[in-house]
């Protein structure tokens, strides 16, 4: 007997994922975002199941690139934010890794590295102000670096601040300020495109998309479900119901009293916690499925255990099936019972779930 939270990845789920947002751009290549290991799903089971299929992988650091590499991967690898240090550039250039360039230093150290690299995507900021050149300055760096002999080809890049937000203009000012600097530059490849951007807006074609948490089955929109965008569930997260008790009204459950029972219930008490990766700010209430019914998360959660209020369930009993989040449950229901997102909660999942690849 072992401690049975698992976390079940499907991997034909995240192929299909990726060919439906191909499927969308018929005329651009696809990235897999695979950063952060592979948003918690495993970036080297991933890389090396989808290795065939991808037109190329991205991921958020050489360190991520040369995990993938030292497994077998093939494909291209983007490093998306590009190199932290000078150093890095022999290492991209060994291992045929592409870049962005997003920064003066960047593309000053690159230069004088005199490194030969495949394809760089110059970045331009168009409104986040977080990475990329200014647009007034990104065309004169296109052609500078478009003079240099030392790349294949340079593609123009820059991703937006609120891709997931339809009711927003702010991707419309963003599009027109990527367009007035794409113009500027004679007629480039481009890459703008994250997963909502994907699905929703209207990108320039050809070029390259990013899909990243849609791969994972996960909808990137507040109020529109995986499902409805045709995207198939990925991740199922599982445990057992380890221990139960009936508890009478007025009784508290978990640390701080925080749940107290409203009548006689019957509470289970299930394997995973914040240690797991399950959110500790997940509030009462939050949807637990027990035997397959929506239950309800009952006092706070622990680091190795929840509690869940199964009074509703018939035939609970030890070891009766629980889903935290799965096809039954998406992540983004129980990211909204704890003021986060479902790109967090897959990404912060611990090493200590036992993960099962079908
Ligand atoms: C992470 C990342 C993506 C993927 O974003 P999703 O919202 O997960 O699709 C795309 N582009 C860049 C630059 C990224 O850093």
Known sequence: ??????????????????????????DSKAFAVVKANAYGHGAVAVSNYLDSTVDAFAVASIEEALELRGSGVKSPIMLLEGVFEESEWSICEKQGF??????????????????????????????????????????????????????GEVVLMSHFSSADDLSSKATTDQLACFHGVREQCESMPVSVA??????????????????????YGISPFDGIRSSELGLETVMTFTSKVISLRSI??????????????????????????????????AVNGTPVIVNGIECALAGRVSMDM????????????????????????SVERVASHSSTIGYELVTRMTGRPKIKYI
């Open 194 to 215: 994250n997963s909502a951007a994907i699905l929703k807006w209207s990108i320039p074609q050809g070029g390259w998309i990013r899909p990243g948490i849609m791969l």
């Open 248 to 281: 009478e009204r007025g009784q508290k459950v978990g640390y701080a009293e925080s749940y107290e029972a409203q009548g006689e219930e019957r509470i289970a008490t299930i394997a995973a916690g914040y240690g797991d990766g399950y959110p500790r700010n």
């Open 1 to 26: 007997m072992a401690r049975p939270l698992t976390k079940i990845v499907n991997l034909a789920s995240i192929k299909h994922n990726y060919l439906l947002a191909k499927a969308l751009h018929p």
């Open 98 to 151: 592409w870049c962005a360039i997003e920064n003066d230093f960047q593309a000053q150290s690159f230069l004088e590295s005199g490194v030969n690299l495949e394809k760089v995507f110059i970045k331009v900021d168009v409104g986040m102000h977080r990475l990329g050149v200014s647009p007034e300055k990104a065309p004169s760096l296109v052609k500078r670096l478009r003079s240099s002999r030392n790349i």
């Open 306 to 329: 929840i509690t869940v209020n199964v009074t509703n369930v018939k035939n609970v009993e030890m070891g009766s099936s629980v889903q935290l989040w799965g096809d039954k449950l």
